[in-house]
């Protein structure tokens, strides 16, 4: 006679659905279901291209109802930004994330909450076809209400499950998961950091298990030297200073402007650099600046011992926040070299296609661009050398100089990855890649013996050529 308690060992199997995020970069969402309970890593927005932000709003193939609980690696919109429709559409139970991840969560869901109201008004106004938001600031405030505390080093269970949550070392809160049951054992990469850079520590090593979820976003591709990079942005930054024009730099809010700033101040205090006016335009990254000095136990030790010294590590000599609109159009009047760092980093929208569109005719102007820029984008434009570029509508002749820096991604590169997954035995499901990034992820894994596959989605995601710099 067959062991009674087979066929629940069977039920209770270890099985993971990907929702977003697999043969594709953004949407992270993965539901789990091991020893009776599901769990959800991730719940984050589809973006990039008008097709893949079209999912956000479709059913979510599963319901919202069912899941027990979520497990949140960090808070890029990516992995997160869907949160507040899951609560709205039914999810009752404890969303399980870092400190940090809900200090910075918060301001950035607040301002996607935002900008989708703008831009659903601003589609209205036009007439066009318009989605209605996904959620409104009210909807982040009841999300907030359900997060529960995660830390690194102190496990907690969820059901039957110990949750173990590790250094991923990408941006501050971020972790890696692992989720143990009876007999089974998964891990999920999170998004893991770019060890080259020195701010946040290296991530930790995955530990062997039956299954591993990893991210992929840099499979294919090594980083250059980080040391070049910061060799580069010095020479680019005297350069412009000599220039006396303003230093335009287009960056995210969150991680970034802070790596920027950081190695500004780092560079002023080693003479590499004369000081200058840094000028931070962006409302979104003054809320995020609290964040960071309350994540200051995360950073090396080299960053912490500024605290120490009651210095903020992330503070230029001449630096400034500028929140009013009536303070960022102040700049235009401002004479002499300064940098102004603003959103979007992708030149999508924000404060910096106003300085851009008033600055670019000028040949004193440099804009140092620092993150990807997708195809089609206004970004790429001025990095293929564009002589004009519409802004606003405006036709913007382009006479300033245009310079481009790689290697301040804060993800993982490819030799990065085969390092931190080089003790699994077990599965290797490569997630959040596109599928050129996958298929050469997968060929150095399965040629050192690993055992590999590209983690199929519950649904078909649109072709993208989106790769997330964040
Ligand atoms: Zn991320």
Redesign the pocket.
Known sequence: MANPSEGMLCAMKLNVTSYGAARTVTGSAHLVEIAGQRILLDCGLFQGSQALEDLNAKPWGFEPSSVDAVLLS?A?L??AGRLPKLVKDGFTGPIYATASTRGIVEPLLLDSAKLQREDFERNQRKGRIASAPLYNEEDVAKLLERFELLSVGSPLTIGGVRVTAQIAG??PG?VSLALQSAGEHMVFS??LGNSRKDILPDPTPCEDADLVLMESTYGDRDHRPFEQTLEEFAGILKTAFDTGGKILIPSFALERTQDLLYHIARMEDAGIIPSLPVFVDSPLASKIEGVYAAARDEFEPEVQRYYTQNRDPFEPRQLRYTRSTDESKALNTLKGACVIIAGAGMMTGGRILHHLRNNLARPSTSVVIVGYQPEGGLGRRLIDGANSVRIMGDDIAVRGKVYTVGGFS??ADRTELLEWSKAVRGQISLVHGEVSSMTALKASLEARGQRCELQEPAFAMPASRSR?D?
């Open positions: 960090h890029h990516d992995h990408h941006i971020s999170g998004d804060a993800h997330t964040e």
